[in-house]
């Protein structure tokens, strides 16, 4: 009897799992390969309910760029992605003073490459390398004014000096 109904509920399972549609896939986007680019030189605009710009997207033979503006018409945010690898992207972010709080750069998703991080009043706050969003080699840090305050070394996402 046990072996029976274990019997019947595996082929009741499988036969939900075969019964699906065998093509729908989950997909993960990790950069721009699932947007609609522009041909080069060419413009798409899209607009808040107010008419006010929500995002300009662009493209030359080398780059395709997204920037993404607030309601009152402020970018608050630029990406950036190589067309010959749409996974990749440098991603700048703005404070609402129209300064950038960050650059960093990005592969599938993960933190990877240079990073620098700003203040309000523009000046840096540290400045450093990920690779695969682990710290690595010298990091920067500095105090609101712009001055150096002290120096990190990190090896594979961990400090070593």
């Not at 607009?47 to 309601?71: D, M, S």
């Amino acid at each position: 009897m046990r072996k029976t109904l274990t019997i019947l509920l595996l082929t009741l399972c499988s036969t939900i799992l075969l019964g699906q549609e065998k093509n729908k896939q989950i997909g993960i986007t990790y950069g721009a390969e699932k947007e609609i680019l522009p041909k080069v030189g060419d413009t798409i605009k899209e607009y808040h309910p107010n008419n006010i710009v929500k995002f300009v997207k662009f493209r030359n033979l080398n780059e395709f760029t997204i920037q993404e503006f607030k309601e009152n018409g402020s970018m608050y945010k630029s990406t950036i992605f190589p067309i010959h690898n749409l996974k990749n992207k440098t991603l700048t972010k703005y404070h609402s003073n129209g300064n950038i709080i960050l650059i960093a750069n990005y592969n599938m998703g993960i933190v990877h490459g240079y990073f620098q991080k700003f203040y309000t009043n523009g000046k840096p706050m540290q400045i450093g390398i990920y690779k695969r969003m682990k710290k690595i080699g010298e990091w920067k840090f500095f105090d609101e004014t712009g001055d150096l305050i002290k120096k990190e070394l990190y090896k594979n996402g961990k400090l070593i000096e």
